[in-house]
């Protein structure tokens, strides 16, 4: 009977079969309690309501982890249902070291240890930011938000790339952009790291204009450095792109499992 009940909390929590109607409404339920904790803790930011309000937040909050405390335990309980973590204690504790598990985790530690140690006020706004982690949650019950995580994963070497040569560019263009505007505004300019959100707000085309080159060899640079921004930030947009198609394709070419997306392997 017992192992009945965990086998039935386990496919409730994890599995989301496209029949079972519990498990359907148990993840959509999760949906709204995360998108109306996020919306809090944006609300909390206006002291009007938090002056108003502040019972009615302070119990929304508790309840929420009352719930992803719970959720979190059942969930330790029954992954023992998973072959992947069959092994008792040894197999929770993997479960429990798998990034899934730590987000949830982290949906309700930080309401415990500002309640157990003296904090500070700064420590204390910080932890209750961390509120807004409990949006990663929402990979959980989204069968596109799953997918988009695997085309990220199997992209990831590309990316991994994309980011290095951004640093790069943004290295030596800044460095560049030092020795050209130096001289003449060495308030602005006043090092490389300094220039180098000029850089970041040139390569990515915002261009706020509190930091902008007044030499005619700057401008130049400035010029050039923006055309490679164009470029150099398409790149992940278009890599992206690419793992989308190439998993739309593999999905329909192929049977695939419904909660995490990877191939099935007909005997």
Not at 193 to 211: E, H, N, Q, S
Request: net charge positive; hydrophobic share 50%.
């Amino acid at each position: 009977m017992r192992g009945l009940a965990r086998r039935r909390i386990y496919q409730i929590l994890e599995l989301g079969q496209e029949g079972d109607i519990q498990s359907r409404l148990y993840d959509l339920s999760l949906i709204v309690l995360i998108l109306m904790n996020a919306l809090a803790v944006v609300l909390e930011s206006v002291q009007p309501l938090v002056d108003q309000y502040h019972v009615q937040f302070a119990w929304f909050e508790a309840c929420s982890v009352g719930i992803f405390t719970i959720e979190y335990i059942l969930r330790l309980w029954s992954c023992v249902e998973n072959k992947l973590f069959q092994s008792g204690v040894r197999g929770r504790f993997r479960y429990a070291m798998t990034p899934m598990s730590l987000i949830d985790l982290l949906a309700f530690l930080p309401f415990f240890l500002s309640w157990i140690f003296p904090l500070d006020l700064r420590v204390l706004r910080m932890l209750r930011l961390m509120r807004l982690v409990r949006l990663l949650k929402l990979a959980r019950y989204s069968e596109a938000l799953r997918a988009l995580g695997n085309i990220l994963v199997s992209k990831k070497e590309e990316m991994v790339i994309t980011v290095g040569l951004g640093v790069i560019l943004l290295t030596i263009s800044s460095s560049l952009m030092y020795f050209a505007e130096h001289e003449a505004q060495p308030e602005v300019f006043s090092s490389i790291p300094a220039a180098m959100w000029w850089g970041v707000v040139t390569l990515t085309t915002v261009g706020y204009g509190d930091l902008y080159p007044i030499t005619t060899v700057g401008k130049i640079l400035g010029a050039f450095i923006s055309v490679l921004g164009i470029g150099m930030f398409a790149l992940p947009a278009g890599i992206f792109g690419a793992g989308i198609v190439e998993w739309a394709e593999k999905k329909s070419s192929s049977n695939t499992c419904p909660h995490c997306e990877k191939p099935l392997i007909n005997s």
